[in-house]
C-alpha cells in the first residue's frame, strides 16, 4: 500500500527527529566498542553508516519537499494556501 503524501511528510519527520538520533548513538556506540581504528578508517566507517541509514526510507523521503501533488489546484493560487 502506497503511503500518501501527508502520511509520508509525518513518517520523515519521525525519521529524522526520532530515528536519526537513536541511529547515531547506535553508531558511534558501535565504533566505540571496536578498538580505536585508524582515523581514515574510522571516517570510511562513519560515511558508510551515514548512507546506510537512509536507504531503507528512500521511498518515504522522495517527493516530501514538494508540493502536495494530492491537493486540488485552484486557477491561479498557491495551493498551500
Do not use: C, H, N
Amino acid at each position: 500500500m502506497a503511503l500518501s503524501y501527508k502520511a509520508r511528510r509525518r513518517w520523515s519527520l519521525v525519521i529524522l527527529l526520532v530515528g536519526l538520533p537513536l541511529y547515531i548513538v547506535a553508531a558511534v556506540t558501535l565504533v566505540g566498542w571496536l578498538e580505536r581504528p585508524s582515523i581514515p578508517v574510522e571516517l570510511l566507517i562513519y560515511v558508510a553508516l551515514g548512507v546506510v541509514w537512509a536507504l531503507p526510507f528512500r521511498l518515504v523521503f522522495r517527493g516530501v519537499g514538494q508540493a502536495d501533488p494530492d491537493a486540488e489546484r485552484t486557477e491561479g493560487g498557491d495551493p498551500r494556501s
